[in-house]
């Protein structure tokens, strides 16, 4: 993460301060200045006790049956909206709390948004969710 301190730094600033104010997701692969980066991701961890989300043991891929349970729930055509995130958020990830859904849906969405930019079709980002 050589140069990229302030977007964690970013992380720990209330959404009404960031610039933009958007929710973020990061994925720390490697790092330089350990000891500042584990300091900074200790506080973010700290953070989400209080209504961030914390995946310790990361998402595992889907089975075959929740693939197929997810194509029976969605359909094989659908339309990627906010709405049809957030419902599906709460149908894959029932134990979340309201606050909890509304950032991760928001994140996904955003990220979703971004890979459409990319000029991902939609297939690609279905495959995303």
Not at 1 to 17: F, I, Q, V
């Amino acid at each position: 993460m050589t140069g990229n301190a302030s977007l964690l730094e970013d992380c720990l600033l209330p959404l009404s301060r960031r610039t933009p104010s958007v929710t973020r997701f990061y994925r720390v692969i490697g790092y330089d200045r350990q000891e500042t980066i584990l300091t900074e991701l200790k506080q973010i961890y700290a953070l989400t006790n209080r209504g961030g989300i914390y995946l310790q043991n990361g998402l595992s891929n889907p089975t075959e049956p929740e693939i197929q349970r997810f194509f029976r729930e969605v359909g094989e055509s659908f339309t990627l909206t906010r709405a049809l995130v957030s419902r599906h958020l709460t149908v894959w990830l029932g134990q979340l709390r309201p606050t909890q859904r509304t950032i991760l849906d928001n994140a996904i969405a955003e990220i979703l948004d971004i890979l459409k930019g990319q000029g991902a079709n939609d297939n690609i980002r279905r495959n995303a969710i």
